[in-house]
Structure formats: structure tokens, C-alpha cells
């Protein structure tokens, strides 16, 4: 395997998961979910796509592959069209050798770029991990208490801790094997009771979602795929869907709409500058939309079939777009 076919492969695969997030858009147009977690779905699927090599795909649809084999020996009308669809899958052939500057450049050029993208994350995550491994584990009265209520109301199974930061930027959850939620100290202070409640149903709602995990993956999306501008805007689709659909299930439980619309004014208001990437936000997404759903109660939601639908045929559309791309269709 030459540095001239990876580049290739990897190019390759940029360009096919440009055309299945062109498709996965498509999709969303004909179905129009109500649903943020649904659309939250689709959309990080898709980013996934980016940072997973469609070779990887091939070796997890074997069986696809085998099929495909027995079809291509059988001739059937739709076979010219298939053999279309890979050759328009190519964007450089991984036959071409590349000049050795090229391909020095590049490299060099993709593991800036990568590194940049990462730094900030990693100083983030470095300070709030030092911060919080000197920290007691014994949270103030006050949130421990608000933290009970809170995983009552969500039902969140998972053992969460709460940890008052006096260098986080806005709230937050860390860790996803033990996840924390963390809260500036300026914020706490100036949260109510009911209000503090309504940011923490949100932020465990994170919690039993993953989200954290799902913030981690796009963060490795945007890292290796940095150069492609669909990416950083798939990101901020991502979080943005994410947080509707946190707010959402928040607003499920049947919390006032004013403590929950107070406490995320008062968030950004404490001076919110952003979480590191990588971690789940309650500060994140667009303010005014976020707060004009949670002011008007717009909660939406989809029935079961639409949800399963957009599931199942963004299953379909990405097996059919890995087994168009099988070079043994080319």
C-alpha cells in the first residue's frame, strides 16, 4: 500500500461522504421530521460517515459485497447505471502515483491543520481534568440536593456526579464513562433553585443520551476532516439538534418553561464563551432559537414511523452508496 493510494482512499472517501450527506439532506427534505432528535440522528450519522473510510465499511458489509459479486455475473439492465454511479464515486484514482512533494505538503499540511483543531480541546479538557482531580467529590449541599431532584424528574440511571468549577466557562458534562456535570461557580450562585433544576434536566439529559460520546466522535470528525467546510458546518448542525433535542425532553418533564428559559438566559448572560469541543454544552446551539421554542412550549415531535423510517432508509442509503462504491463494480 503506497502513500499515494491512502491519499487516494482518503480523498475518495471525502467525496463519498460529501454525496451521502447531499443525500441524507434529501432525505430529510421528503420527510420533514418534527423531531430535533431525529434530525440529531441523521445529521451525526452522516458526520460519522466522514471520519469512518468507506474501506472500513466494506470490511463490516461482507456480506453486501458478496452479493454485489453474484449480481455483477448476472446481466441485468441495471448494471451499466451501477458501473456509472462507481466511476462517478472516483474523485482521483488510486492507481495515479502522486509526486513525493505533493504528498509531503500534504501531509504536512492536513496534520497542522489537525493538530490546531485539537489544541484548544486539549488545554480545555487538560485544565478542567486538574481542576476537578483536586477537587473534593463532595458537591455543595445546595446542588447535590437539586442534582436528586433533577435525576428523579429524567429518570437518568447513570451515577452523575455534580462539580462546582471555578474555571469551566459555561455548564457542561465531562466524561462519559463517569460523567460530571460541571458548573461555573458564577452561574450556580446566580441560579435559583428552580431554575438550577431546569439546567440540570437538561444537562442529564445529555447524560442518557450520550451526547458526551457524540460530541468526542465530532471532534475526531472535524480533526481528520478539517479541510472539508461541510464538516465544521455538520458540527455545529450536531450541536445545534442536539441541544432542541435536550431541551425538548427537559421541557417533557414538566418543568416551568420560565425557570428553564431564566436559567439559559442567565448562562449566557454569566459570560458564555464556549465549552471545549468535545463536551456537551448547555450554552451551545442558537440562543434566541433555543430560547423562542422553550418560551412557546414547541416541543416537537414525530410518530414512531417517521423515526423509524429516516433510521431505516439512511441505513439503506449509506450500504447502497458503500456497495456502489465497491471498486469491483468499476
Known amino acids: 500500500m503506497t502513500a ?6 482518503f480523498l475518495n472517501s471525502l467525496w463519498e461522504s460529501t454525496v451521502f450527506a447531499a443525500l441524507a439532506a434529501a432525505l430529510l427534505g421528503v420527510l420533514r421530521p418534527r423531531s430535533a432528535a431525529v434530525r440529531h440522528r441523521v445529521w451525526t450519522v452522516v458526520l460519522l460517515k466522514f471520519a469512518v473510510p468507506t474501506e472500513v465499511l466494506f470490511a463490516l458489509l461482507q456480506p453486501v459485497e458478496l452479493v454485489l459479486r453474484q449480481v455483477m455475473e ?29 504528498l509531503g505538503a500534504g501531509v504536512a499540511l492536513w496534520l497542522g491543520g489537525a493538530m490546531l483543531t485539537v489544541f484548544p480541546t486539549a488545554i480545555g479538557l487538560r485544565r478542567l481534568a486538574r481542576e476537578m482531580a483536586g477537587a473534593s467529590d463532595d458537591a455543595p449541599a445546595r446542588e447535590t440536593r437539586v442534582l436528586a431532584r433533577a ?4 429518570g437518568c440511571a447513570r451515577p452523575v456526579r455534580v462539580h462546582v468549577s471555578s474555571t469551566a466557562a459555561t455548564v457542561m458534562v465531562a466524561g462519559w464513562r463517569r460523567p460530571v456535570v460541571v458548573i461555573p461557580a458564577p452561574i450556580a450562585a446566580a441560579l ?44 455545529r448542525v450536531v450541536e445545534r439538534e442536539g441541544e432542541f433535542a435536550c431541551d425538548d425532553a427537559a421541557m417533557a ?59 431505516a432508509m439512511l441505513v439503506v442509503l449509506l450500504v447502497a452508496l458503500t456497495a456502489v462504491a465497491n471498486p469491483c463494480l468499476r
Open 4 to 9: 499515494s493510494f491512502v491519499a487516494a482512499t
Open 74 to 102: 448476472v446481466p441485468v439492465v441495471v448494471r451499466p447505471a451501477l458501473a456509472a454511479a462507481a466511476r462517478a464515486l472516483v474523485l482521483v484514482d488510486p492507481a495515479t502515483a502522486m509526486p513525493a512533494t505533493w
Open 151 to 154: 435525576v428523579r424528574l429524567t
Open 192 to 235: 435559583s433553585d428552580g431554575e438550577l433544576t431546569a439546567v440540570l434536566v437538561h444537562e442529564l439529559t445529555h447524560v442518557r443520551r450520550g451526547d458526551t460520546a457524540v460530541s468526542l466522535a465530532t471532534m475526531v470528525a472535524v480533526a481528520v476532516c478539517w479541510m472539508h467546510p461541510a464538516v465544521w458546518w455538520l458540527s
Open 253 to 311: 418533564t414538566g418543568e416551568s418553561r420560565d425557570d428553564f428559559s431564566r436559567g439559559l438566559a442567565k448562562v449566557v448572560q454569566a459570560g458564555f464563551a464556549g465549552a471545549p469541543l468535545g463536551l456537551s454544552r448547555a450554552g451551545a446551539g442558537d440562543i434566541a432559537q433555543r430560547l423562542h421554542r422553550i418560551v412557546t412550549g414547541r416541543a416537537d415531535r414525530d410518530g414512531a414511523w417517521t423515526s423509524a423510517a429516516a433510521s
